[in-house]
């Protein structure tokens, strides 16, 4: 067919054509009359199932017309005025029936219609559930077999012939209020016998090339109708071939890439060229590479004497340190894999981790190792056991793990209530850096911070980015993650050059960054772990520019190894209202499919496979779900395994990627990834407890748990204690809404729309209400409730009995600096997570700022005295 787009003239109405070849058009005509149908049918039928693929509705509503002049009145042909009317045509797209009966069931339809052709469609809105001042439908569908413009061209070569004033130019516009109108009509001035699509829009609206190839899917859906008569409507297709190859170009992979040795041999590398340079920095402790490389041997001989093999699985439960770097290179060395263990997760979900990854041993340290309840035969503690480990040769070298072995398992959130165990082996983090060090050019000068938990898969970036290059490491504590302000300065101070960050803890940086002076030396900062908004990138470029540091951004999963895509971020991105992700990682491939895993067009949202190398094994011991989730690919076997993301994206026109958002119950908040499921099973484990749902609500984003008791509501402070036993600290709902039953749907199911806002009122507390008794008091208040978009703050409420949470907490310490004018830690936070307490540690702070000598007595003691009155009220904790 032959496309062509225009403007009408004197119109705010664009309109594009597809022209059909006469013999297509006579086929269409063939194809309905051996199946009682009319082209009407057929152009309707079409556009149905092209709405339902577009907007991956399976219910769909768009306007078709009717003649309207009722043929009982006498003369109605010859009166003149406007009598067509528009009616909603609801069609229900079941992608498994046949197309030839579904496309009866709605001819039978549209005839049924006709009781209703001389409805206002006015009266028509009353009717349906669609509430006033709501569109019934966007589209409407014109079927036309009478085309004008051959008569008035006829009008006009008479004129001419005659030498009576000439029509130079005739158009003949149809005009509608709705954004979209197809029209399909017989034109045969322009191809005798063809069938021409037209589709008139706004230009506000859509774009020209949307409509372009919206006009040959179309097409191109009418084209397959005869030969799919028989199969099921999910499989009738909508592409041309071109637009298949162009789509399969996009998202493939760019070479083949020779296979890598493992991580401990890339490691070697660096260590014979550089035995001498800084490998880890913790403070003002540092370990070069050589140190380095000695304490894992000793320790990777310790663990292959308790039977540490080959893909041996070890637990690995240490706080940020040097020693955490060691044990992972330790473990690896002896072959093992490591599985993360955080100690800042609850002791309950340590457990099932270990219940379910069955670790021969555990890295930790004794107290943790008690904590955990591991008999000592089923740890090794860097401290218990220090004096023989030390006594290990750091020389003697066991054998070196191969790319297929298995090198890691990080767990994260399961909708089942339980986490998942990710399998991922040494090649597919290995190539993760090869593949991509044409953009980056890693190389030894690097600095790279280790601001993530072991535990996240970002870690595995940072960690393995820096030893696989040569470069430094900085392990970042934990209270300095937590403290925009303080890591902020320790880029400074390390000089770091490459930074990974979560757009949420970015953001806080960056509001850092505003008030800061010294420069930083960063070349690269790396966005990844969640749905990167450009807009909120504009103050940096504008006081940064776009080149130094180079923003980055990387779509990502774990079952992925870390990065997917790639898309470098410019000055002008910042005004885009999308979320670019870019392209595949040239040793990736990837696939925008449907639920028929058929591929999908440009601008049409479909969801992400990914196959290639970087895919990882499966999950831990759950062979269902790794059926389920790591598939065989159809497009391209060998590449091996395609993974179904669960992510919905949709190609751009340029070849890259918008990332839209989650298909299921899963979110991203601060660059985790949540189950909402597995909160709202554990909420639902708690006895008094009936039904309960969870919602991620924007504004800024927080999780909020809503709960339906079966009898005596629990208090929300009591219900988030029993959560935070249970739940990471992530995981915890920052506001908590009791309902006495669900909305629910028609068809009976929870109805997550009409779940309410939290409510900007006080939550009931154990402790009563206290205004504020200072200006300094007000002030603090008043910050308070602007963090927790709440009208109400006591003095005596505790900052995360009211939803806080250690995000929360450092928007707070930003926002106290800022306005009172001040300085503290972090940590003070925590210690005085009350309004009181905390204005006392200011006054106490203050007192003893004029007095250096003194200050650390008058400090202690002030602290001691808001320690008592803190314990007198006890609050619950934070989270």
């Not at 430094?472 to 490459?498: D, H, K, M, N």
């Not at 806080?508 to 800061?516: G, I, N, S, T, Y």
């Not at 807009?535 to 951004?553: A, C, I, M, T, Y």
């Not at 660059?671 to 504004?699: S, Y």
């Amino acid at each position: 067919g032959i496309t062509r787009t225009q403007k009408e003239p004197g119109s705010d109405i664009a309109n594009a054509t597809h022209l059909l070849s006469p013999e297509l058009t006579q086929t269409l005509k063939t194809f309905a009359r051996q199946h009682q149908l009319t082209l009407n049918t057929l152009v309707q039928g079409a556009w149905g199932i092209l709405l339902s693929r577009y907007s991956g509705e399976t219910d769909v509503v768009f306007g078709v017309t009717s003649a309207g002049r009722p043929p009982d009145l006498a003369g109605a042909e010859a009166m003149v005025g406007v009598f067509i009317n528009t009616l909603p045509a609801r069609v229900s797209v079941d992608i498994e029936q046949p197309l030839v009966p579904w496309l009866q069931s709605i001819q039978t339809q549209q005839a049924s219609l006709r009781q209703y052709e001389y409805s206002p469609l006015i009266q028509v809105q009353r009717w349906s559930e669609v509430p006033p001042g709501s569109a019934l439908f966007d589209s409407i569908v014109v079927f036309e077999n009478y085309p004008v413009d051959p008569e008035l061209e006829a009008v006009s070569q008479e004129s001419t012939a005659t030498q009576q004033a000439r029509i130079s130019d005739i158009y003949t516009t149809e005009r509608t209020h709705y954004p979209l109108t197809i029209v399909a009509l017989t034109d045969p001035a322009a191809a005798p016998g063809g069938l021409l699509l037209q589709g008139l829009y706004d230009p506000q609206r859509f774009a020209a090339d949307s409509i372009e190839r919206l006009l040959g899917h179309l097409a191109c859906m009418l084209e397959a109708m005869p030969q799919h008569g028989a199969t099921s409507l999910g499989t009738v297709p909508w592409m041309t071939a071109a637009e298949r190859s162009q789509l399969l170009s996009w998202g493939q992979a760019q070479g083949s890439f020779p296979v890598q040795p493992g991580l401990i041999e890339h490691f070697r590398l660096h260590l014979e060229q550089r035995p001498a340079a800084v490998a880890l920095q913790e403070g003002d402790r540092q370990m070069t590479y050589r140190d380095l490389d000695q304490r894992s041997t000793q320790l990777a001989q310790y663990l292959s004497q308790q039977g540490v093999t080959a893909e041996t699985r070890v637990g690995l439960c240490l706080p940020r340190s040097l020693d955490l770097i060691v044990a992972a290179l330790g473990i690896l060395k002896a072959g093992g894999a490591y599985v993360p263990l955080d100690p800042s997760y609850p002791t309950g979900r340590l457990r099932w981790i270990l219940t379910n990854a069955e670790p021969a041993l555990v890295v930790t340290q004794e107290a943790e190792a008690e904590r955990l309840g591991l008999a000592p035969e089923a740890s090794v503690c860097i401290d218990r056991d220090a004096e023989v480990i030390n006594q290990q040769s750091s020389q003697r070298q066991l054998p070196t793990p191969q790319p297929e072995h298995l090198a890691y398992v990080i767990y994260t959130s399961g909708s089942t209530g339980k986490p998942k165990g990710v399998m991922v082996r040494h090649g597919e983090v290995v190539r993760l850096f090869t593949a991509t060090q044409h953009w980056f050019q890693f190389s030894h000068g690097d600095i790279w911070p280790l601001f993530h938990s072991f535990a996240f898969d970002l870690a595995v970036w940072e960690m393995w980015g820096a030893l696989l290059h040569g470069g430094q490491l900085v392990i970042v504590p934990y209270e300095v993650s937590r403290s925009p302000q303080a890591f902020y300065q320790c880029l400074q101070q390390t000089g770091a050059t490459v930074l990974t960050q979560t757009p949420t803890a970015f953001r806080q940086l960056m509001a850092v960054d505003e008030a800061a002076q010294a420069p930083l030396a960063l070349k690269w900062v790396v966005f990844g772990g969640e749905a990167l908004e450009l807009p909120s990138l504009k103050p940096w470029f504008e006081r940064h520019g776009d080149r130094k540091p180079q923003l980055v951004n990387m779509y990502g999963i774990t079952e992925t190894t870390v990065h997917v895509t790639y898309r470098p971020l410019r000055e002008r991105d910042a005004l885009a209202s999308t979320s670019m992700i870019g392209g595949p990682i040239p040793d990736l491939a990837l696939y925008v499919l449907d639920q028929h895993r058929q591929m999908v067009p440009v601008g049409v949202p479909g969801e992400l496979y990914v196959s290639g190398a970087g895919v990882a094994l499966g999950y831990l011991n759950r062979p269902e779900l790794t059926a389920e989730r790591f598939l065989e690919n159809p497009f391209d076997p060998h590449l091996g395994t395609m993974y179904k993301t669960g992510d919905q994206v949709r190609w751009r026109s340029d070849g890259d990627l918008d990332y839209i958002g989650r298909l299921d119950n899963q979110v991203k908040l601060r660059g985790f990834r949540i189950e909402l499921g597995e909160i709202e099973a554990v909420l639902n484990q708690h006895p008094a407890m009936r039904e309960a749902a969870v919602l991620l609500r924007n504004g800024p984003p927080r999780l909020v748990a809503y709960t339906v008791y079966r009898d005596q509501p629990l208090s929300d402070g009591e219900l988030r204690q029993w959560l935070k036993s249970r739940l990471p600290d992530y995981m915890v709902p920052a506001a908590i809404v009791t309902l006495t039953a669900f909305p629910l749907t028609p068809n009976g199911k929870l109805d997550r729309r009409q779940l309410p806002a939290p409510s900007s009122e006080r939550p009931a507390l154990p402790i009563a209400y206290a205004g504020p008794q200072s200006d300094q008091e007000q002030t603090i208040v008043r910050i308070w409730q602007e963090l927790l978009q709440l009208d109400t703050v006591g003095i005596h409420d505790s900052f995360f009995d009211l939803g806080g949470d250690s995000l929360g907490l450092m928007q707070l310490h930003h926002r106290l600096q800022t306005e009172l004018k001040t300085s503290f830690e972090l940590m003070d936070l925590f210690r005085y997570p009350t309004v009181h307490d905390f204005a006392e540690f200011l006054g106490v702070q203050a007192e003893a700022a004029p007095k250096p000598a003194n200050a650390p007595q008058q400090r202690q003691q002030g602290k001691s005295r808001l320690q008592q009155q803190r314990q007198r009220r006890q609050p619950s904790g934070t989270r």
